[in-house]
Nanobody, 122 residues
Framework: QVHLVESGGGLVQPGGSLRLSCVAS????????MGWSRQAPGKERELVAT???????TYADSVKGRFSITRDNARNEVYLQMNSLKPEDTAVYYC????????????????WGRGTQVTVSA
């Protein structure tokens, strides 16, 4: 089974910084690509950043230059460093991981955490 738990959310002033963390528990599974998405009230979920096992990253245009995604493969952890935060960054942030069974070829797919709230307000 695969479980992901996010942490690090909270209230921060505009221009401030916050670092989100996510640890994946994947007994019997191998974690591949990981990423972060967010969903603001009344809006669709938006992909924020992704990172492969090899460290290749992608970012949404809205966060390029401000956010940075990193990972620790040995710990199955992924992080999102958020700088120069804006009120429009306010959302619930979700961790995502692609995981596949070590023993059953077709078992696996995408998994999500329950999210952590980030509020940017003065």
């Amino acid at each position: 089974q695969v479980h992901l738990v996010e942490s690090g959310g909270g209230l921060v002033q505009p221009g401030g910084s916050l670092r989100l963390s996510c640890v994946a528990s994947a007994n019997g599974f191998s974690i591949r690509d990981m990423g972060w998405s967010r969903q603001a009230p009344g809006k669709e979920r938006e992909l924020v950043a992704t990172i492969t096992t090899g460290g290749h990253t992608t970012y949404a245009d809205s966060v390029k230059g401000r956010f940075s995604i990193t990972r620790d493969n040995a710990r199955n952890e992924v992080y999102l460093q958020m700088n120069s935060l804006k009120p429009e960054d306010t959302a619930v942030y979700y961790c995502n991981a692609e995981a596949w069974s070590d023993s059953i070829l077709t078992q696996g797919g995408d998994y999500w955490g329950r999210g952590t709230q980030v509020t940017v307000s003065a």
